[in-house]
DNA sequence: AAAACAGGCAACCGCTGGCCC
DNA sequence: TGGGCCAGCGGTTGCCTGTTT
């Protein structure tokens, strides 16, 4: 950034009595306060009106990203990253579109997800990130791990419970209001005509009849509430939807153990790439 | 133990498009 | 119709923290 710019935005910041930098406990506090009682209206007036003496843009920034009460925090599953990775491959950088399809994470989340994991990989491969060869490479080997990964906790966090009852009551959500449901969209939305499988012009979302390390079709029947969260939200309708299997129960809620599987280090990106070894 | 380095992420920036007057 | 204001977006920066030397 040019230093001339850099200094006027900063001197023009200082004119005003403006604030910038990391936000305090206090400010977030205010803010907080502010929303929940007022709502989110204008952010130079939100801003004014909550006492801080911050910009519009830099509260719009704070809420959004960090305080918004529905923020998801932890690392991304191996469905959202298969979900970003897709997303990525049919709209490009258009991070807030793509994260209206991952209810609770934020564009900017997604986008340091982008630069930091899968650019840092491309770099690691001596590969351009948006080239051919890079999707081949994501195709290839990163798919079939997410997947594995996928499996590997299908049975580590599901399927024991399964195994004990076979029926197909849903696990507990994570968000013990939520009345969402489930919905085999492949027919429904276009934009998203590839998640059943189908032939399309998709390289990334995993075809789960070819992809060779999915869990077999058996698996799918035990585990079939670990399975539905392959899948995404579809904003416009306000329904997740999973990918296929439409013969599974129709109604399905977020695991809880879906929820701890994000603190864990194993869906730590890097050992998805081992196959460089 | 301390310095150097690298990675991750929160926050900032300028640009763009929509809305209103 | 055009100008100003504002929100939202994608790109970039810089700080903090963990790791390596």
């Not at 910041?13 to 803010?31: A, I, M, N, Y």
């Not at 204008?42 to 009460?69: E, H, I, Q, T």
């Not at 085999?184 to 059943?196: C, E, K």
Request: proline residues 5%.
């Amino acid at each position: 950034m040019e230093d001339s710019m850099k200094t006027k935005s900063f001197k023009e910041s200082e004119e005003v009595g403006l604030r910038r930098g990391p936000w305090t406990l206090e400010e977030d506090t205010l803010l907080t306060n502010y929303i929940l009682h007022n709502g989110e209206g204008r952010w130079n007036l939100v801003a004014k009106s909550a006492g801080l003496k911050r910009n519009g843009k830099s509260c719009r920034l704070r809420w959004l990203n960090y305080l918004k009460p529905d923020i998801r925090r932890g690392n991304l599953t191996p469905q959202e990253q298969l979900l970003i990775l897709e997303l990525h491959s049919k709209w490009g950088n258009r991070w807030s579109k793509i994260a209206q399809y991952l209810p609770g994470r934020t564009d900017n989340e997604i986008k340091n997800y982008w630069r930091t994991r899968v650019q840092k990989q491309a770099r690691q491969l001596n590969i351009e990130s948006n080239s051919d060869k890079f999707f081949d490479a994501v195709r290839s080997f990163w798919v079939p791990r997410l997947i594995e990964k996928m499996e590997q906790n299908s049975f580590t966090n599901c399927c024991p419970q399964n195994n004990n009852n076979k029926s197909l009551l849903p696990p507990q959500s994570y968000d013990s209001t939520s009345t969402q449901t489930y919905t085999d969209i492949s027919s429904q939305n276009p934009g998203l005509s590839n998640i059943d499988g189908s032939s399309s012009s998709s390289i990334f979302m995993p075809d789960l009849t070819t992809v060779p390390h999915f869990i077999d079709p058996n698996t799918i029947i035990d585990g079939s509430m670990c399975n539905q969260e392959l899948g995404g939200y579809i904003p416009e309708m306000e329904e997740y939807y999973y990918m296929g299997n439409s013969d599974i129960g129709t109604e399905c809620h977020v695991a809880e153990a879906y929820e701890d599987v994000t603190q864990d280090p194993m869906w730590n990106m890097d050992d998805i790439w081992q196959f460089r070894e």
